[in-house]
């Protein structure tokens, strides 16, 4: 079986081609990036004003299965991610049970592979139940099929902890990627600490609950020499704190998320709950101190931090509201609207970091449209505008900030390993 995507325009990061060109893909992997003539041909596909690119790779996500199915599944997740353009997703281990035995990484690695739309990672937990008392067992977590170790959810308060944990990730060759709060300072805060916040009676979060852990994790992951990859940065400070640490030749990476350099800490004005995340939205020095990050090429990923909630989570008060963004269907379009657009980072840039430079932070063999890979590709109208209807979303998780906002870029169709997995509208 043989189908062709002709006329696109590809970009591929891992080998730094950017152009026109057809793509052969025959019996599931990408057999030709170039000019396709002279062989048979089953189906073909003009992709002519789109954009491909390798499938999106998101290596933070909740998929909230087992144990918090009425907000998410494995099945309906993986549907949201593949409209949104990923075909390989790594799955925060906060699920009941936690990620932190055998028998639920084989659970949820062998529902990923009877849906075979997506390739699903899980992340294991750090800590037993993530208590952050007692280490979890990573060697066996890790031969079960887990690609990376975190608490996320909750930080690693333990000092101590970390650095036993720290010193075995090293041996296993994986990182420990890290919600970094300060549970001492944000205690019961439930938004940013600003003006806005204290005008509407709402406890605040402060930067520093956020840029002092990291400061203080860097330094134990550099007396082990083991690689610390931090996950969604919001605060200018901890920006600050992380290129230092990156000059400095340390073993660290890390995160950002679309709703951090797109929306600010207004978007809570009225209790506006669907605002609610957490790390919270920042003030709009924080936003642009994140985009100047993207721009300089000191991050490592854009991640979504896909957080599904049902209603009930968040129509309630602020203080009683879960934490948490629905983010697989807006991605593309919100990195295309307010990165790409605007000339923070070319597409090619932006892509990089959405496919190849996640993958490569987490040893995946992903985040690649070169020929002999499999054919995990997305096609891309970066000038298509769009409303955004929460209650159009493939996930359960209809929890978003950006509902009734105009957007531009959408994703048109996804490819998984050849197979046509996702057709927009």
């Not at 977590?141 to 990376?148: D, E, Q, R, T």
């Not at 509407?200 to 994790?217: C, H, Q, W």
Request: aromatic residues 8%.
């Amino acid at each position: 079986m043989r189908t062709v995507i002709r006329n696109a325009y590809v970009i591929a990061p891992a080998s730094s081609f950017e152009g026109f060109a057809d793509i052969s893909i025959k019996d599931g992997f990408i057999e030709t990036v170039g000019e396709v003539v002279g062989v048979s041909i089953d189906k073909e596909i003009d992709a002519t004003g789109l954009i491909a690119s390798p499938g999106f790779v998101d290596i933070h996500v909740h998929l909230r299965d087992p144990g918090f199915t009425h907000k998410e599944t494995i099945e309906t997740g993986l549907n949201a991610a593949v409209k949104g353009g990923f075909t390989t997703v790594c799955c925060m281990p906060n699920t009941k049970p936690v990620i932190d035995n055998v028998q639920t990484v084989e659970y949820i690695i062998n529902k990923a592979k009877n849906l075979n739309i997506c390739d699903l990672y899980p992340i294991g937990s750090i800590s037993k139940n993530e208590e952050g008392k007692e280490l979890s067992d990573m060697l066996s977590l890790h031969k079960a099929g887990c690609v990376a170790f975190s608490d996320d959810g909750l930080p690693v308060m333990n000092a101590e902890l970390l650095r036993k944990a720290l010193i075995y990730s090293e041996d296993l060759n994986v990182p420990l990627t890290l919600h970094e709060e300060d549970k001492n300072i944000s205690a019961d805060g439930v938004v940013n600490e600003c003006e806005l916040a204290f005008r509407l009676g709402l406890k605040g979060i402060p930067n520093v609950s956020e840029s002092s852990m990291i400061a203080r994790d860097i330094e134990i992951a550099k007396s082990t020499k083991a690689h610390l990859h931090i996950c969604h940065v919001s605060a200018k400070e901890s920006v600050e704190v992380l290129k230092k640490a990156k000059l400095d030749g340390a073993n660290v990476t890390f995160e950002v998320m679309p709703h951090h350099f797109s929306l600010t800490d207004k978007e809570i004005d009225g209790y506006n709950t669907y605002a609610k995340v957490n790390p919270p939205l920042r003030s709009k020095s924080d936003v642009e101190a994140i985009k100047a990050a993207i721009a300089s090429g000191v991050v490592d990923a854009i991640a979504t931090d896909h957080a599904p909630h049902e209603e009930d989570s968040k129509r309630c008060t602020m203080q009683k509201a879960a934490f948490g963004i629905s983010g697989f269907e807006t991605a593309f379009a919100v990195v295309n609207t307010y990165l790409i657009d605007k000339g923070i980072v070319s597409i090619a840039d932006a892509i990089n970091l959405m496919t190849y430079k996640p993958a490569k932070t987490f040893n995946l063999d992903a985040g690649s449209i070169d020929e002999g890979k499999y054919a995990n590709i997305v096609l891309l109208d970066k000038d298509f505008e769009w409303i955004v209807d929460r209650f159009k979303f493939v996930s359960k998780g209809k929890n978003t900030p950006y509902h009734g906002k105009t957007l531009k870029g959408k994703v048109v169709k996804t490819f998984y390993k050849g197979r046509e997995v996702y057709q927009g509208e």
